[in-house]
């Protein structure tokens, strides 16, 4: 027989009672909320005792979960009000919990009585409390298959991603294709307006995944549609000229996105934007036109390209056979024989 006096280790009274109270619980969130109970070990205990992983009621594991905070015993129930029981939490949790990404329940257990009540927690309902915080659990808040639409309110809707993403793969899929040109047409509208957030959203749209970025190099186009019937060139006219060049100055994307051959527009037209002294030679018979530039021009405009280049594969982590390819490319398409490289 075993007297009061052996030699072994005894288990501590509120151990068995915190035992208790999370075995109720593990058996309202299972049996009755049709949910995921998760324990925290206590070494990893930072105010949060566990999870209630969302189960749809189709059986799926959601990803929604709720944190929660638990207090078993009667102690917890002898200070109270006309509403409900107080709970006083500790300084030391409050930022922590007020910065977690997902709803907290505080929740009392009396044992004896077979009490669960709780209160998702708000900063807004806490109050000061010396040098700590205190919260109404309200009597009667009692958690069972009831408080269900209640705490999915807290975790907001179940959203089927996959189903998104699918059309999202889909797109990427038509972009990466072969080797079509991918044309923005700007309105005139964007245009007066000094919008850019059309073409903006665009280009950050085909660069939104490493595969996109390394498919759609020198695919993409601007047109501006709407002036066709403009006997200007578009770089003569003032409104375009400065809304390209404002446009140029927000990303670092063109030398490498942008198409650079014998029908591309959108690059040529940058550099006659950027020419200070511009003169055009006009063959009306060909309808066609020429615009001289030296040496200068070229350095002006081409070698800062050079350094949107260098940052944008930076930014990206694009290779530097990549960046002298590319480089190679703007030197040519600019160049054009008439300036020694």
């Known amino acids: 027989m075993i007297n009061d006096n052996s030699n072994f280790p005894k288990i501590n009274n509120s151990k068995i009672i915190e035992e208790q109270g999370l075995t109720i619980l593990k058996s309202i969130t299972e049996n009755e909320l049709g949910w995921m109970f998760k324990k925290n070990n206590l070494e990893d205990d930072f105010g949060i005792d566990g999870y209630l992983e969302i189960i749809s009621e189709k059986g799926q594991v959601t990803g929604k979960s709720i944190a929660f905070q638990l207090k078993t015993g009667k102690s917890f129930f002898k200070e109270q009000n006309e509403i409900g029981y107080v709970f006083r939490g500790k300084n030391k949790h409050l930022n922590y919990y007020l910065n977690l990404d997902i709803p907290i329940l505080i929740i009392l257990i009396d044992p004896v009585k077979s009490e669960v009540i709780w209160q998702i927690f708000d900063g807004s309902k806490t109050e000061k409390a010396g040098n700590n915080w205190k919260l109404t659990i309200p009597k009667n808040q009692i958690l069972n298959i009831k408080s269900k639409p209640d705490l999915m309110n807290f975790v907001g809707p179940i959203t089927d991603y996959v189903s998104q993403l699918e059309q999202e793969w889909q797109i990427n899929e038509m972009l990466k294709a072969g080797n079509n040109r991918i044309l923005f047409r700007i309105p005139k509208e964007e245009i007066l307006n000094k919008k850019y957030q059309f073409i903006l959203s665009g280009l950050e749209r085909v660069q939104a995944t490493a595969e996109l970025v390394l498919n759609l190099k020198n695919r993409i186009d601007i047109s501006f549609d709407d002036y066709e019937s403009d006997e200007r060139e578009l770089f003569e006219i003032p409104e375009v000229k400065n809304w390209i060049l404002e446009l140029y100055s927000k990303s670092n994307c063109w030398p490498y996105l942008m198409a650079m051959d014998h029908t591309s527009g959108f690059m040529r037209l940058l550099f006659y934007c950027q020419i200070e002294n511009l003169e055009i030679i006009r063959d009306h018979k060909a309808r066609k036109f020429d615009v001289p530039y030296s040496g200068e021009d070229f350095k002006k405009i081409v070698y800062p390209m050079f350094h949107k280049l260098n940052k944008y594969c930076k930014e990206k982590g694009l ?23």
């Open 319 to 341: 290779s530097m056979e990549t960046n002298k390819e590319i480089s190679t490319l703007i030197a040519n398409y600019y160049s054009q024989g008439q300036i020694p490289l």
